[in-house]
């Protein structure tokens, strides 16, 4: 991290998929680290593990498990480069487009990666997000 970025609080990860917008992958404030909604795609891609989409980009079927995996795993590699931990995860709010059909798979794969540590929780069901995912996370840690 530049010195002007941590001046500035933003954290830019080079290992998680880059924004959709114009945001950074979250903001340090004091020993409080933010993160922007994080989904499972693959950084320098479009791919989205786990979703297969026709050729006008509408989904045809999703693997909500594989998912859940790379969602978590981007969540980690910026908790990281912004030098926090996944044990410093405090809070987490989950973003899922089918809470019938996925919570179930969600709820098993989040107990696994959250085995140690279990910050507070928060799961909604919303219509859309703005690529063709069914998960996104927005996340709270402490940083020393």
């Given amino acids: 991290m530049s010195s002007a970025e941590q001046n500035s609080g933003r954290v830019d990860s080079v290992r998680a998929p880059e924004p959709v917008g114009l945001y950074p992958h979250a903001r340090r404030v004091g020993n409080l680290l933010f993160l922007s909604g994080v989904g499972p795609r693959k950084r320098g891609s479009k791919e989205i593990p786990g979703v297969t989409l026709d050729k006008d980009g ?7 498990e ?23 995860i405090v809070d987490v709010l989950v973003f899922l487009t089918n809470m019938k059909d996925d919570f179930e798979t969600y709820n ?18 919303i219509t859309a997000l703005p690529t063709p995912i069914a998960i996104e996370l927005k996340v709270i840690a402490t940083v020393e």
Wanted: aromatic fraction near 12%.
């Fill in 58 to 64: 509408n989904v045809l079927a999703y693997d909500i």
């Fill in 108 to 125: 098993r794969v989040y107990a696994e990666y959250f085995a140690d540590n279990q910050p507070a929780r928060t799961t909604i069901e």
């Fill in 66 to 88: 594989a998912q859940c995996r790379s969602v978590f795993d981007n969540v980690r590699a910026v908790v990281e480069e912004a030098g926090s931990s996944w044990g410093r």
